[in-house]
C-alpha cells in the first residue's frame, strides 16, 4: 500500500487529472454549450504540451481519468438491467483499461529514452507523439470512440491526420529545443472552413421521438406508441414531405413478422418515402436493422458493426455464453450482417448507419462506385444512455467523420435532439 501511495501521491494524481480534465473539455464545453473555436484551440494545445513531457506515472492517471471523463455513460446501460451494483465495476475497468494503454505508450517511451544520450531527447517525445497518433487505431473490447485529435473537431485546427501530426510536430520541437516559438508550426494545420450554412433539405422530415427505453420494450404500450409513428408520418405526408427518417428501433418488434404494421407503412408509403428502425428475425437470430419504405418496395438493411456487450459480446466464445447467461439472462447476440447497404431514394443515394456504426470508419468505406459516400442516413436510440454526454460525443464524432470524409450525415434519434450535419457543421 505505501509503495502505492508513493506511486501515486497528490502531486502525480492532480496533474494527472488537470491534463485530463483539459483533454475532454471540448466535450463538457459543447454539452453545455459554451464551445467556442480559440477556447477549444487552446486547451487541446496546453492538454498535449503538458501530457508530452510527462512519465508514465502521470500518463497512467491522465489516461484513467480521461477514460472516466469521455466514457463513464457505457456504464448507464446496466441501470435497463437492474444491475446498479455493475456500473461503478464497468466504470473502473474502463478507466484501468485506458490508463494501461497510456502507461504502456509513456513506458515504452521511457525505456527506449534511457538507452540514448540526453541531447536526443526527441525520441522519447517522439513515441510519446507517436503513441498518441497511433491511438485512434487502438480499441479496447472493439470500442472505437477514442481519437485524440477528436479534441480540435470545434477548434481553428484540423482533424485529419497530416493536420494532427504537424500540432504534435510543432509540440515536441518546443519541448525539445524549450522555445515556444515552434509551436507557430501548428499554424499549419489551420482549417479554413470555420463556418458554414447547412444546406437543409425542406422535403426531408427528420424525426425526433422522446420514448424511455423501459416503455420502449413495454408491450402494453406498443399500440399507443405506434399510434403516435402514424400521426408523425401523416404529418409529414401534409407538409408535402418526400421523405420521413425515423429513430432506431422506433417499432421495437420484429417488423418483417408483423404483418399489420407493415401493411399499414405500406399505404402510407404511397404518399410519402419512409425508413424507419425496428428488429429483423430470420428465424435464427435477431438483427437490428433500417427498413426502407419507397416507390412501392421494401428493403431492409441491417447493422453491420454491433455494439460491444450492448448488441454482440466480444469475448471468446467460453466467456461470451457465461456472460450472456449470467448477466443477460441468455439472450442470443445480435448478427452482423457482412454487407454496408447503400440505396436510393428520389435519385439521391444515402449509406445506412444504425447508431454505433455510424462512428466507425467501416461505415465510410468506398461505395460500388470507388467514391466515399456522401449522404448518410442514421438512425440512433441514445435512451439507454441518458442522461448523459454521450450524445454530445457521438455528435462529435459524427462531425468529425462528416468533416473527414465529406459526407452529409442526416441523424434521426430516440430521447436527443435529431440535427444535419455537412462537412462538420451542425444544423438542429
Request: proline residues 4%; neutral net charge.
Amino acid at each position: 500500500m505505501n509503495k502505492i501511495r508513493q506511486y501515486f501521491n497528490t502531486f502525480v494524481l492532480t496533474r494527472g487529472f488537470f491534463i485530463a480534465l483539459l483533454s475532454s473539455s471540448f466535450i463538457y464545453l459543447n454539452h453545455w454549450g459554451f464551445s467556442y473555436p480559440l477556447l477549444n484551440t487552446v486547451l487541446g494545445l496546453t492538454a498535449l504540451y503538458l501530457l508530452l513531457q510527462e512519465d508514465e506515472k502521470i500518463w497512467f492517471v491522465s489516461g484513467a481519468f480521461i477514460g472516466l471523463l469521455w466514457f463513464w455513460w457505457i456504464a448507464l446501460s446496466l441501470k435497463h438491467y437492474d444491475m446498479l451494483w455493475a456500473i461503478p465495476i464497468e466504470i473502473f475497468i474502463i478507466s484501468l483499461s485506458y490508463g494501461i494503454i497510456f502507461w504502456g505508450i509513456a513506458w515504452i517511451s521511457q525505456k527506449v529514452g534511457s538507452y540514448v544520450p540526453r541531447k536526443h531527447l526527441i525520441i522519447p517525445l517522439f513515441l510519446k507523439a507517436l503513441g498518441l497518433f497511433l491511438l485512434s487505431y487502438i480499441h479496447p473490447f472493439s470500442f472505437d470512440w477514442f481519437k485524440p485529435e477528436l479534441m480540435f473537431i470545434e477548434s481553428y485546427l484540423g482533424i485529419k491526420k497530416w493536420q494532427f501530426i504537424i500540432i504534435l510536430g510543432g509540440i515536441i520541437l518546443s519541448i525539445w529545443q524549450q522555445r515556444f516559438i515552434y509551436l507557430c508550426l501548428v499554424v499549419l494545420a489551420y482549417d479554413p472552413n470555420l463556418s458554414r450554412e447547412v444546406e437543409v433539405n425542406e422535403k426531408i422530415a427528420l424525426i425526433t421521438t422522446h420514448t424511455p427505453v423501459k416503455d420502449k420494450w413495454n408491450k402494453e404500450l406498443h399500440s399507443a406508441h405506434f399510434k403516435a409513428i402514424y400521426k408523425t408520418i401523416d404529418k409529414a405526408i401534409r407538409e408535402k414531405k418526400d421523405l420521413v427518417i425515423l429513430p432506431e428501433s422506433v417499432f421495437p418488434v420484429f417488423l418483417n413478422r408483423s404483418e399489420e404494421i407493415i401493411n399499414t407503412l405500406q399505404e402510407k408509403a404511397k404518399h410519402i418515402s419512409i425508413i424507419t428502425g425496428a428488429l429483423y428475425w430470420d428465424g435464427k437470430t435477431p438483427r437490428n436493422s433500417t427498413y426502407i419504405f419507397t416507390n412501392g418496395s421494401i428493403l431492409v438493411a441491417n447493422k453491420v458493426v454491433l455494439v460491444p456487450f450492448g448488441e454482440s459480446n466480444p469475448l471468446p466464445d467460453f466467456l461470451s455464453d457465461w456472460v450472456n447467461e449470467v448477466f443477460y439472462d441468455g439472450a442470443v447476440d445480435y448478427q452482423a450482417s457482412s454487407e454496408i447497404i447503400d440505396y436510393k431514394i428520389n435519385g439521391q443515394t444515402y449509406r445506412n448507419a444504425i447508431c454505433f456504426e455510424a462512428t466507425s470508419e467501416k461505415l465510410f468505406s468506398h461505395t460500388k462506385e470507388g467514391e466515399r459516400p456522401k449522404n448518410m442516413i442514421v438512425l440512433s436510440n441514445n435512451g439507454w444512455f441518458m442522461p448523459s454526454t454521450e450524445p454530445t460525443l457521438q455528435k462529435l464524432l459524427l462531425q468529425y467523420y462528416s468533416k473527414k470524409y465529406d459526407t452529409t450525415i442526416y441523424h434521426s434519434i430516440n430521447m436527443s435532439p435529431s440535427y444535419i450535419i455537412q462537412d462538420g457543421h451542425v444544423a438542429f
